[in-house]
């Protein structure tokens, strides 16, 4: 699985952003697919998680009720359609693919195999 983010830049707070990360592969739905976002001198941190069907959506606190993950397993695509952005919400995004089934695994970048190139998002106040 190999991934593409697109849909970034500089945006004002109250815009809303939607990235698509496509995957090229026969494999995508194979996998659990998740987001990521690691802020200037912090760590990757989790953002959402959906799983292979596409039933199941996970969510990081910080960005419930603002984002929503969603795929199109027909695209080989994963969504992060972003609302109410808020500065601290400003950093690099990535999909990632994770391979495993447990829900725990969903939120610890480390369990992701594959990673896309990362997409830059600036939230001014």
């Known amino acids: 699985v190999q991934s593409v983010e697109s849909g970034g830049g500089l945006v004002q707070a109250v815009a809303s952003l939607r990235f698509s990360c496509p995957a090229p592969?026969?494999?995508?739905?194979?996998?659990?697919m998740g987001w990521f976002r690691q802020a200037p001198g912090k760590e990757c941190d989790f953002v959402a998680a959906i799983n292979r069907s596409g039933r199941s959506t996970y969510y990081a606190d910080s960005v419930k009720d603002r984002f929503t993950i969603s795929r199109d397993n027909a695209k080989n695509t994963v969504y992060l359609q972003m609302n109410s952005l808020k500065p601290e919400d400003t950093g690099v995004y990535y999909c990632?693919?994770?391979?495993?089934?447990?829900?725990?695994?969903?939120?610890?970048?480390?369990?992701?195999?594959?990673w896309g190139q990362g997409t830059q998002v600036t939230v001014s106040s």
């Open positions: 990632a693919a994770n391979p495993r089934y447990d829900v725990e695994s969903y939120y610890a970048a480390r369990t992701y195999n594959y």
């Open positions: 592969g026969r494999s995508f739905n194979s996998y659990t």
